[in-house]
């Protein structure tokens, strides 16, 4: 088993900048590839961006490209996605979930284990 629990959630003007943080617990944090999915009200979950186990390889969604960075520290087993240039479409609750493997890193049914959630609102 492995435990996910997010921070860093919040409510911001748009343009402004939050970092998530998602810390592991349970098992070995190198083992698994992580991601970040997001869901907003009346919609599915969608994927955000992803990071292999290293982190020598980080995959995003189109739309945040260039303003989202996600990145891990395998030391403290935390996973972070900064994000930048925030707009009002980006809020929703963001999910943290891990993989054992990279093979469906993409998408939803592709993890193994997923965080409660914390809510990022932009506002206009």
């Known amino acids: 088993q492995v435990q996910l629990v997010e921070s860093g959630g919040g409510l911001v003007q748009a343009g402004g900048s939050l970092r998530l943080s998602c810390a592991a617990s349970?098992?070995?944090?190198?083992?698994?590839?992580m991601g970040w999915f997001r869901q907003a009200p009346g919609k599915e979950r969608v994927f955000v961006a992803a990071?292999?186990?290293?982190?020598?390889?980080?995959y995003y969604r189109d739309s945040v490209k260039g303003r989202f960075t996600i990145s891990r520290d395998n030391a403290n087993n935390t996973v972070y996605l900064q994000m930048n240039s925030l707009k009002p479409e980006d809020t929703a609750v963001y999910y943290c979930?891990?993989?054992?493997?990279?093979?469906?890193?993409?998408?939803?049914?592709?993890?193994?284990?997923w965080g409660q959630g914390t809510q990022v609102t932009v506002s206009s």
């Open positions: 979930a891990a993989t054992y493997s990279a093979r469906d890193i993409l998408v939803y049914s592709g993890y193994d284990y």
């Open positions: 990071i292999g186990w290293s982190g020598g390889s980080t």
């Open positions: 349970g098992r070995t944090f190198s083992s698994f590839a």
